[in-house]
């Protein structure tokens, strides 16, 4: 398993970049017309805002020689007319800004989007300057080549000389920024704080494939590294790295599997959690198929009572009888409830749903039932429907809408102007008067 994990790590390993060294070697290009350096490097940092520094020596003495050109005529540079040229805006420097033959000259160019201004500085100096068409910005996926104008033939414009230091950075120096790193001569180094922005790098750049007669040389700046002290400072740095990476990868191995742990773990206490609740689920339903069964013993309760008071009328005791088995059964369905309540502790929220949907089917069946009768219905037994209001259900208790609602399908007449009156006497002779006025027939 740690083989094929370690794979990937290792193929990451050689992708990332070495560590910055700022290497002594210089380039010296052959006087034939063909010694160049020609690559396609990512150019999408420098579309917007770029510098681009080095340090040549002309050797040739030729007034049309290129030190180095990106694709043909978007940018180049003279080695000793002090030529510059950007998106087609050519400028020359003056006299004094001419670069002397086999002296070591320093050359930086800036330029940005936002600035639209074109920078050139000689040993730190600024020398000359063109402003480019606005919106204008620096094409990618084109050739840069160092030692001629172009790559494809003989061009009559090969440089023919040293080179050393050719950095592009993804920022418009100040010129502050561009002096600091020709303060000391050739061999200044570049300062720390401006790693961040080099994007092309000299020491990338003397490890490139070569045409023609390109020579490492010493510039003496420090100790000469070749070619192949470069690859194996290189090597070194990326075995570094692979210790570091191979270390984090060890330390994310023992973070997943403690994750994974954590996760059986969870996934335990989600089961048992998932087992309490069904057993609570079914407690609930158990409650709740009890509480429907003593809801039908109570509405079997009340039609018993209820065919007793229409075909007995003159049997008060044995009205008082299945009004003390209604009591009993109401008693029952209390208990019930209590114990209901109990059981709600665990899933109140179930609780509240189920006491609406209780409320709902009492008052329901109430509907049901007194629809499927007749809207004169009280009148089919030796009662009468005033009779009713004597009962323990309703007389001495404050007549409320679900006492309403019970009888308003029977009593057609009867209207919200008695809502909150207590029932006596008087108000159900009332009652009888107004009915008086509407006969059954007014409920066909």
Request: one cysteine or more; hydrophobic letters at 35%; proline letters at 2%.
């Amino acid at each position: 398993m740690f083989k094929v994990m370690f794979l990937p790590v290792l193929i990451l390993v050689f992708i990332l970049p070495v560590t910055s060294v700022q290497v002594s070697t210089a380039l010296k290009f052959g006087d034939d017309g063909y010694s160049i350096i020609s690559f396609q490097p990512n150019m999408s940092p420098l579309t917007d805002k770029f510098t681009v520094c080095l340090w040549f020596k002309a050797l040739r003495g030729s007034t049309s020689a290129v030190i180095y050109a990106y694709e043909q005529g978007e940018m180049y540079l003279y080695d000793n007319k002090g030529d510059n040229n950007l998106f087609g805006a050519h400028f020359s420097l003056p006299s004094e800004f001419i670069t002397p033959m086999r002296v070591w000259t320093h050359h930086c160019g800036t330029w940005s989007v936002a600035s639209r201004m074109y920078r050139a500085y000689i040993n730190g100096k600024l020398a000359g300057f063109k402003i480019t068409a606005s919106g204008r910005r620096l094409k990618t996926g084109g050739t840069l080549v160092l030692g001629d104008y172009r790559d494809t033939a003989v061009s009559g414009h090969h440089f023919g000389g040293d080179m050393f230091r050719f950095n592009f950075f993804s920022k418009e120096l100040t010129g502050t920024e561009v002096a600091a790193m020709s303060a000391d001569g050739l061999c200044t180094k570049i300062p720390e704080e401006l790693e961040q922005y080099r994007t092309i790098r000299w020491e990338g750049i003397v490890k490139l494939p070569r045409r023609g007669n390109v020579q490492d040389i010493d510039s003496g700046c420090g100790e000469f590294i070749s070619e192949k002290d470069t690859l194996r400072l290189s090597l070194n740095n990326t075995q570094a790295e692979l210790l570091k990476l191979q270390k984090l990868f060890n330390s994310s191995q023992e973070e997943l599997r403690t994750v994974k742990r954590n996760l059986l773990s969870t996934t335990e206490e989600l089961n048992g959690t998932k087992i309490s609740l069904e057993e609570t689920a079914l407690k609930w339903n158990e409650t709740r198929m009890r509480l429907e069964n003593t809801t039908v013993e109570l509405n079997e309760t009340r039609t018993k009572l209820d065919d007793a008071t229409l075909k007995h009328s003159g049997c008060t005791e044995r009205l008082n009888e299945a009004q003390r088995n209604f009591r009993s059964k109401e008693e029952e369905l209390n208990e019930t409830k209590v114990e209901l309540k109990s059981t709600a502790l665990e899933l109140f929220e179930i609780k509240a749903e189920l006491g609406d949907t209780e409320l709902e089917l009492v008052e329901t069946k109430l509907e049901v039932k007194n629809v499927s009768e007749t809207k004169c219905a009280l009148q089919k037994g030796f009662l009468t429907k005033w009779d009713v209001l004597y009962s323990c259900d309703y007389y001495n208790k404050t007549f409320t809408l679900r006492l309403y609602r019970q009888l308003q399908t029977t009593w057609a007449s009867l209207t919200r102007r008695i809502l909150g009156m207590t029932i006596t006497d008087n108000l159900i002779e009332f009652i009888k008067d107004i009915d008086e006025e509407n006969s059954c027939d007014d409920y066909s």
